[in-house]
């Protein structure tokens, strides 16, 4: 199982990137599907998620109204669509798969999340 991140760089404050990760070696169609984020200096924290199934989402309090996760069946593809990037919002960013879970669910805790992307670079200029 492979999940490849890419689309991170530097923008500008008030600008907008837009992440994808690709996955591979298996079907997600019963899984969930989330974005997390490292500052420098800080643990990991969870960003969005999306349930693969039912294409539910959740996002965490600083992200909701600026961000927007989604998916592409057809590419097996999920996507983070960030606007009104702040520089609080600076962090490498990780997608992640669960193996399986319930309908529905879009879990918030890493533990949950059996495979990882190796992470994109997201740096936000003031």
């Known amino acids: 199982v492979q999940l490849q991140a890419s689309g991170g760089g530097l923008v500008q404050a008030g600008g907008s990137l837009r992440l994808s990760c690709a996955a591979s070696?298996?079907?997600?169609?019963?899984?969930?599907m989330g974005w997390f984020r490292q500052a420098p200096g800080k643990e990991r924290d969870f960003v969005a998620a999306?349930?693969?199934?039912?294409?539910?989402?959740d996002y965490t309090d600083s992200v909701k109204g600026r961000f927007t996760i989604s998916r592409d069946n057809g590419k097996n593809t999920v996507y983070l669509q960030m606007t009104s990037l702040k520089p609080e919002d600076t962090a490498v960013y990780y997608c992640?798969?669960?193996?399986?879970?319930?309908?529905?669910?879009?879990?918030?805790?890493?533990?949950?999340?059996?495979?990882w992307g190796q992470g994109t670079l997201v740096t936000v200029s003031s």
């Open positions: 992640a798969a669960t193996q399986t879970t319930g309908w529905g669910r879009r879990p918030r805790s890493q533990f949950e999340y059996d495979y």
């Open positions: 070696g298996r079907t997600f169609s019963r899984s969930a």
């Open positions: 999306i349930n693969w199934g039912d294409g539910s989402t």
